[in-house]
Structure formats: C-alpha cells, structure tokens
C-alpha cells in the first residue's frame, strides 16, 4: 500500500468515527440547511440533468435536494450499483420509487440507461468524505466515481462537480493520487465554498 493510499484510510476512518457520533437528529437539522444552499447553486438551478445520489445513514443528506430538483423539473440520475462497483444509471422518479439495493444503498427503480447516461449530466453530485483547499476529494474508497469521472474525461464532458459535506469536512489538505479530480464547489451548512467561478451547465446538459 502506498503512503497515499494509506493516507486516505487513516483520513477515512477518522472521518467516518466523527460521522458516527452525530444523532438521527443532528444528520435531520444539516439535511435540511444543506438542500437550502444546494438548491440556489447556478450549477443546480440551470442544469436540466443532474447525476445526484441518495445519502444513507449518517451521510449529509440529499432526499429534500432530489425532491426540490424533481419538482423544479430537473431529471435527476441516480446510480446503480454493479457487481464490478462500476455505477449505472437510472431516473429518480420520487422516494417511493426507491429500492434497497445491495450494501444498503438506495436505488431507483426502473429502466436502466447504462453507465454512459453520466455524461447528459450538466452538474454531478460526488459523495464524499472531505474536500481539502484546492479542491481535492477523498471518496470512500471503492472506486465507483474514480471511474465515472473516467468516463466523464474520456467522453469530454465537463459538468460541474460538487460535493455536500458537513462543516469539519473541509479540511487543509486530503492525500491526493494522480488519477484524483479537483471539485468546483462544496456545500455544507454553513454555506458554499467555492474552487473555481459557477460552472455554467451547457445547453444540451
């Protein structure tokens, strides 16, 4: 293992502890806030296609953000997890139309449309674990969006990419390796910090 590598599970773990000591109610309140702040981004409110996620136990949450896309008429993707961890897609089409997947995800069901549905995109929402001062992201480690921004760079697509974190996960510095992706902009709480101007989704996202 490298000194990166081993880097970023020491970061993960110490991260995922502080995680697990907010209550049901601490995860409700940031929730809440952080749908406030996301949803009057530029990148979310001129994006018609968004590829978001569902946030599980204590994760920042994204279910009021997927609602208020969805009724704004945004079409919001979701992914499906594959057996090789690589990610499909599906359309959200409301909570009720989510199903417990494997790893106690949550996914939409439905039609699938492939792993290249990414690209339509104009803005991607990356879960993640921290964001350090240029912008860098420490995922969790499986691999899942290292391919999907991949496929994003071999396709030449060019969304916005943010991620929602609560307030101590905007660190200094993460342990960085060469095939990591700068983020534009970062939500959590307290607010939006920013790693390049708004990212206008083009026409066609």
Do not use: C, F
């Given at each position: 293992?490298?000194?990166?590598?081993?880097?970023?599970?020491?970061?993960?773990?110490?991260?995922?502890?502080?995680?697990?000591?907010?209550?049901?109610?601490?995860?409700?309140?940031?929730?809440?806030?952080?749908?406030?702040?996301?949803?009057?981004?530029?990148?979310?409110?001129?994006?018609?296609?968004?590829?978001?996620?569902?946030?599980?136990?204590?994760?920042?949450?994204?279910?009021?953000?997927?609602?208020?896309?969805?009724?704004?008429?945004?079409?919001?993707?979701?992914?499906?997890?594959?057996?090789?961890?690589?990610?499909?897609w599906g359309v959200y089409r409301g909570e009720e139309h989510l199903v417990r997947a494997g790893r106690g995800l949550l996914e939409p069901d439905g039609g699938r449309l492939g792993p290249d549905a990414v690209v339509e995109a104009g803005t991607v929402l990356l879960p993640g674990l921290a964001v350090d001062a240029n912008g860098m992201r420490l995922g969790r480690g499986g691999g899942s969006y290292d391919r999907v921004l991949a496929r994003l760079a071999a396709a030449g697509a060019n969304p916005a990419l943010v991620v929602l974190l609560y307030a101590n996960e905007v660190v200094a510095r993460v342990p960085v390796e060469p095939h990591d992706h700068p983020v534009h902009a970062v939500v959590t709480p307290e607010g939006v910090t920013r790693f390049s101007p708004p990212r206008r989704p083009s026409a066609s996202a």
């Open positions: 293992m490298s000194e990166e590598m081993s880097g970023k599970s020491a970061v993960r773990t110490e991260l995922l502890g502080a995680r697990g000591l907010l209550s049901t109610e601490d995860v409700q309140k940031a929730a809440a806030v952080l749908a406030r702040h996301a949803v009057e981004l530029p990148e979310l409110t001129e994006a018609t296609t968004v590829a978001a996620y569902v946030s599980v136990g204590r994760e920042p949450g994204t279910r009021a953000l997927l609602d208020a896309l969805r009724d704004r008429g945004v079409r919001v993707l979701l992914p499906v997890l594959l057996p090789d961890n690589d990610l499909d």
